[in-house]
């Protein structure tokens, strides 16, 4: 049986490794299981201890994304054995969750460059993991989107922090309508930094074994991070394609989102993207059609998490986001939101607040009421206690 991840350490020309972890489940398009979250974690632990690795490369197998998501499957099925026992109860949302995110939290605060090869589908779970990384590399197939609504979730994986350092208003744009992001509109909206032509990735990587990376300790004053940064980039802007990048429909529309996204009544922010539905560019109608599709709850939870986390640190994002994905497990939306996208594939979910005046700011004050045992701490409790 094919592991779920494949690493490897290229051996460079001046004796630095240079490690690469594969996403290897292509038949579910990379989706992000336990198992792939936690070989993941213990690998990058290794190599930020073995002064020999110069840099870690994340990428998925397959060609046609790095990764789609979570495992969805496996949560709807637990979420269904659980059913009405409370949000505590069920054992792997509990570890999927503090373990996931506990990684993402290591990529974001890796002692080490890494590159996210961000190449095909790149949504959910595969934003997480890409979010955090030092060099996020796009190409000309990439299509990032936090979809949630679709499923009754949130953008969860630090997507509230991230949402919230996008310009203006376009991070709560995306968290309520899933907008598919095009390379362009990537690298514009700051979720990647560089771009790549898919057909020169073999070229790259052994221009990345020709590079004379620094090893631990300290020249002329400064580390061998900050010395390896560089390195990195000079030979990702080495490759960078000479074609200049058209804007995409995000950064074209992005006074008009700001324009209907300000302000903090959101039924009159929903209300204005919901028009967008005859707009003449199909971008700009998909997004409201999807939003208008997607869970009443999910939309206010979306709203109410980036407000309350506006000002937060990464690390209690992940904190919040915990509570409010543990309570999404036990809610209902969420595995009506999967069995009608992935089980049945009916897409006719029946959403339960069925509308927005029902999602009320009072209805969603559970999902940030901590589940567990009183006097219990937070399972995350000590993320960015080393800061």
């Known amino acids: 049986m094919t592991a779920p991840v494949l690493f490897e350490e290229k051996t ?24 792939m ?42 979420m269904q054995e659980y059913q009405g026992q409370g949000a505590w109860a069920n054992p792997l949302a509990r570890d999927f969750f503090e373990r996931e995110y506990r990684l993402d ?39 990032l989107a936090m979809p949630e609504i679709s499923i009754a979730l949130f953008p969860d994986v630090g997507g509230s922090w991230m949402l919230n350092h996008m310009q203006g208003r376009i991070g709560l744009f995306l968290a309520l309508t899933g907008a598919h992001l095009t390379t362009s509109d990537a690298l514009y909206a700051g979720v990647a930094d560089y771009r790549l032509d898919s057909s020169g990735w073999p070229q790259f990587v052994q221009a990345l074994l020709q590079t004379p990376w620094a090893a631990s300790g300290a020249e002329d004053g400064r580390s061998a991070r900050s010395m390896n940064d560089d390195l990195l980039r000079d030979v990702l802007l080495a490759h960078e394609p000479e074609t200049e990048l058209s804007p995409g429909p995000l950064r074209q529309h992005a006074a008009l989102i700001n324009g209907l996204c300000g302000g903090e009544n959101l039924s009159a922010i929903y209300g204005a993207i919901a028009e967008l539905k005859t707009h003449e560019d199909p971008w700009l109608a998909r997004a409201a059609a999807t939003m208008l599709a997607g869970s009443p709850g999910s939309a206010r ?8 986390t506006r000002l937060s640190s990464l690390a209690e994002v992940f904190r919040i986001e915990y509570i409010a994905a543990l309570a999404c497990t036990a809610e209902g939306d969420f595995a009506e939101g999967i069995r009608a996208l992935l089980i049945d594939k009916d897409k006719q979910p029946k959403w339960n607040p069925a509308t927005l005046e029902q999602a009320s700011e009072v209805w969603v004050q559970r999902f940030f009421e901590a589940p567990w045992p009183a006097g219990q701490p937070h399972p995350l409790a000590d993320l960015g206690a080393e800061a």
């Not at 594969?22 to 579910?28: E, F, G, I, V, W």
Request: glycine share 14%; charged share 15%; hydrophobic share 45%.
């Open 301 to 308: 939870l979306a709203f109410t998490l980036l407000r309350r």
């Open 37 to 78: 979250v936690d070989m993941l974690a213990e690998r990058l632990t290794a190599w930020s201890q073995d002064d020999k690795v110069a840099m870690v490369v994340l990428q998925g197998a397959g060609g046609k994304a790095f990764s789609a998501g979570g495992d969805l499957h496996g949560l709807y099925h637990s």
């Open 105 to 143: 939290y290591q990529i974001h605060t890796y002692p080490k460059p890494i590159l996210c090869w961000g190449h095909g589908i790149v949504m959910g779970g595969g934003v997480g993991l890409m979010m955090g990384a030092s060099h996020r590399v796009v190409s000309e197939t990439t299509r």
């Open 12 to 35: 460079a020309a001046n004796g630095m490794r240079v490690a690469f972890a594969t996403l290897n489940a292509p038949q579910t398009l990379n989706g992000l299981s336990l198992e």
